[in-house]
């Protein structure tokens, strides 16, 4: 089965820190993703990569940034975090134009 | 901007019914038509997905309803059991090449005995 996991499942960080999401897939996938889930307002997209050190902005690049140094770690930045990026962020993985692989998921809380 | 709009936002359906959820969308550009299925405390998972060079796919209980004049797909859920209690989000996708998904808000969808 593929797997996507996500290095927290609860994180808990203060406005103005720096925090970092890591993502990481075993199936060799070329695409990665990063979401936030909010409710009422769906799954939205922050950043995706196409492949390693590829990146390109999703629907709501703002406050965030991604690395991919390599094919199976996505990482999702907040330089500074601020309460509006609480959060649950779901990582997800696939091959080109298949079905996405999603995370369990971390649920970020800044305070 | 709200390119793909889900309808109702919870639903509550017998055991037995047939669930139904609506989404429309707005870009014509959009070519593919995933339904996905999230438990608490779990990621979405792909449900079923339809192409618009079909007007209906089935798959076990999931039917997807393709209408393209119209804008809209649906999702029906037949002989809907307790295990369905989920929320299923509709997305859309589309320009050959472009990864990108753009979601529904989500049904939190409960079957009740």
Known sequence: DVKVTQSSRYLVKRTGEKVFLECVQDMDHENMFWYRQDPGLGLRLIYFSYDVKMKEKGDIPEGYSVSREKKERFSLILESASTNQTSMYLCASSFPRSKQFFGPGTRLTVL | ?113
């Open chain 2, 1 to 113: 901007q709200q390119q793909v709009k889900q309808s109702p936002q919870s639903l509550i359906v017998q055991k037995g019914g047939i669930s139904i959820i609506n989404c429309a969308y707005e870009n014509t550009a959009f070519d593919y038509f995933p339904w996905y299925q999230q438990f608490p405390g779990k990621g979405p998972a792909l449900l079923i997905a339809i192409r618009p060079d079909v007007s209906e796919k089935k798959e076990g209980r999931f039917t997807i309803s393709f209408n393209k004049s119209a804008k809209q797909f649906s999702l029906h859920i037949m002989d809907s059991q307790p295990g369905d209690s989920a929320t299923y989000f509709c997305a859309a996708s589309g320009d050959f090449g472009n990864e990108k998904l753009t979601f529904g808000t989500g049904t939190r969808l409960t079957i009740i005995p």
